[in-house]
């Protein structure tokens, strides 16, 4: 931080100001702050499916019902939900991890073997999910390297019980700790 005369500040512990944070500090520290993981999908033209995974997604405004996530400015998906103007966010199942490594890497048919309908928009619902939230695009703010998408809910459902998957640390979690979660699972066993 810099004061008004141009004097930088440190935190006030010996550690270094706060502009020379670098890329890897700022994903460690991030990486501590866990996510949920969220394929955000939609269509192009010919309804051929297209979707990445975020870690970003969340809710923003419930007068008008409002949602976001952020994706990188170079995201390919990106510029199809921009064309499109609509997108759906699908909460991913504990079990779905090989599905999100899927969704989130580059280069191949992602949706190759992967169960979906399309939501009341057209957007894909991908099966086993935890809910979705069907969007139409809103808003779209350019910040730093990322973009800010606001949709606006035009529907929305929960699809099943199951636990969700997370994210932190850099690698995939499960979520236990929860009575009603717990008891699901032992009836289901
Ligand atoms: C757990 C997790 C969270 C992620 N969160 C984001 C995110 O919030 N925004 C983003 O742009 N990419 C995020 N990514 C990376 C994208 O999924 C990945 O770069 C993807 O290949 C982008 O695809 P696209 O360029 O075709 O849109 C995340 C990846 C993982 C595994």
Redesign the pocket.
């Known amino acids: 931080m810099t004061t008004d005369e141009g004097i930088s500040l440190s935190r006030g512990n010996g550690e270094a100001p706060q502009d020379a944070i670098d890329g890897r500090r700022f994903r460690d520290v991030l990486g501590h702050f866990p996510?949920s993981?969220?394929a955000i999908t939609t269509t192009v033209e010919d309804d051929q499916p297209?979707?990445?995974?975020?870690?970003?997604?969340t809710s923003v405004s419930l007068d008008p019902p409002l949602v976001s996530?952020?994706?990188?400015s170079?995201?390919?998906?990106?510029?199809?939900i921009r064309t499109a103007e609509r997108f759906c966010a699908n909460a991913l199942a504990s079990n779905q991890e090989r599905l999100?490594?899927r969704?989130?890497?580059?280069g191949i048919g992602?949706f190759d073997g992967v169960a979906w309908t399309p939501s009341p928009l057209g957007n894909p619902i991908l099966d086993g999910i935890v809910a979705w939230v069907d969007c139409v695009v809103e808003q779209v703010v350019e910040i730093g390297d990322?973009v800010l998408v606001v949709g606006r809910v035009h529907d929305l459902r929960v699809e099943s019980v199951q636990a969700p998957l997370l994210?932190f640390r850099g690698g995939?979690g499960d979520y236990f700790s929860n009575t009603a979660l717990l008891l699901d699972r032992l009836v289901g066993w």
């Open positions: 996510t993981v969220v297209q979707g990445l995974v975020v870690g970003t997604f996530f952020l994706a990188d170079s995201s390919s998906t990106l510029r199809t999100s490594r969704m989130a890497t580059k992602r990322h994210f995939y």
